[in-house]
């Protein structure tokens, strides 16, 4: 099946977006208290799946920078409600054939992509080409290529492009930031991250190769090394793989069920990381030669619980997609480039380094990456 008839399939059966992970909690924390009295930026969310309705919706609610102005939709019985509640213009509700339309909506500055990872090259390609700012939920593309290829389309257009990176806006996250640029506990030496969870459903998308563009390693696997990154503030030079057994030959015929791999730094840190569709996980540990740090759960909605060798890590629980929203609508509003840290770049070492875990997975040897 290509990944135009797997477009359509999945569109018809799921309505254009991500379904809800299992294990990951709905409830909503209070939230931050933003002030912003100029005019906000039109959004429209391509694809209108759980993540989309569920989990951004609110989080564009709750941001005084943001105004909910259109959608795109394979699935017309999801529209109704929205244009109500939201006051939408028929001319900003789209669908996948006429997409191209976005260019003659001037109410919509921005579009959200929360579609399969195989589908947010082309959607935010075209959005770009429509002179529409884009933000794709991570990972960023199935490929290098295709990240590079976005990167170009927004540049050539000239309108900004970010990656769904929310824990950067996420107040454990940004403190595991900072402890790792302040060394709080001394140089880190070693890193270990797991995050794994059950994919049931053998129909799902993100068992689909074309759709998915891998398995946990695309899905859940890139918070760890996301996180070992910015912990280290600098990029691996080289990664060491190894696919998991498989134990389910029909849910993973197309795409791993569990993937490890063992990643160095410039500095010699060893970082190791697992990632799976059948073990449900999530840690980080951070040592360092002053003490240590661990959150569990650590990226998920948690709530997010983190200690150290200092004492309980006591931030605020958030709601995620709020400070993600908040943060990204003051970058729109700014002058400025994207700060890398949640635009493409970001998005594209990512792919750098799943590309080199999977060729390392499938190839044996070490990948060296600098």
């Known amino acids: 099946m290509s990944i135009e008839e797997n477009r359509r399939s999945f569109i018809k059966k799921m309505g254009g977006s991500a379904i809800a992970l299992p294990f990951l909690s709905n409830k909503r924390p209070a939230q931050p208290k933003e002030t912003y009295d100029g005019k906000k930026l039109g959004i429209a969310l391509v694809g209108l799946g759980y993540y989309a309705v569920e989990k951004i919706l609110p989080g564009i609610d709750e941001s005084p920078y943001?105004?909910?102005?259109?959608?795109?939709?394979?699935?017309?019985?999801?529209?109704?409600?929205?244009?109500?509640?939201?006051?939408?213009?028929?001319?900003?509700?789209?669908n996948y054939d006429n997409y191209a339309n976005l260019a003659n909506c001037p109410d919509i500055d921005v579009v959200y992509v929360c579609l399969p990872n195989g589908m947010h090259a082309e959607y935010s390609i075209k959005a770009a080409n429509a002179g529409k700012h884009v933000i794709t939920e991570k990972p960023m593309a199935n490929s290098?290529?295709?990240c590079e290829d976005m990167m170009e389309a927004c540049k050539k257009n000239n309108v900004k492009l970010a990656v769904g990176?929310?824990?950067?806006?996420e107040p454990f996250n940004l403190?595991?930031?900072?402890?790792?640029?302040?060394?709080?506990?001394?140089?880190?030496?070693?890193?270990q991250s797991m995050f794994g969870w059950t994919a049931g459903n053998p129909k799902?998308?993100?068992?689909?190769?074309?759709l998915g563009g891998g398995g946990p390693l695309m899905d859940v696997g890139i918070y760890s090394i996301n996180a070992a990154r910015y912990t280290k503030g600098m990029e691996?030079?080289?990664v060491v793989a190894h696919f998991g057994p498989v134990t389910d030959k029909t849910r993973f015929s197309e795409v791993e069920e569990s993937v490890s791999w063992h990643m160095e730094f410039p500095d010699d840190t060893v970082f190791t990381g697992f990632t799976s569709y059948n073990t449900n996980v999530e840690k980080f540990q951070a040592y360092g030669d002053k003490g240590w740090v661990e959150m569990g759960p650590a990226f998920s909605y948690g709530p997010i619980v983190g200690n150290t060798s200092k004492g309980k890590m006591d931030m605020e629980v958030v709601y995620h997609q709020t400070y993600q929203m908040?943060?990204?609508?003051?970058?729109?509003?700014?002058?400025?480039p994207m700060p890398d840290h949640c635009s493409g770049v970001e998005g594209l070492k990512d792919m750098k380094i799943i590309t080199a875990i999977y060729e390392s997975a499938r190839t044996g040897g070490k990948k060296i990456m600098l």
């Open 175 to 191: 403190e595991l930031m900072r402890y790792g640029r302040e060394n709080t506990f001394g140089k880190i030496n070693y890193i």
């Open 165 to 169: 990176y929310r824990c950067h806006f």
């Open 144 to 146: 290098v290529k295709e």
């Open 236 to 238: 691996p030079r080289s």
């Open 326 to 336: 908040n943060g990204m609508g003051a970058l729109f509003l700014s002058p400025d």
């Open 66 to 94: 943001w105004e909910l102005k259109g959608i795109v939709t394979g699935t017309p019985s999801k529209i109704p409600a929205l244009k109500e509640k939201y006051n939408l213009k028929d001319e900003n509700i789209l």
């Open 204 to 210: 799902m998308w993100r068992l689909n190769k074309e």
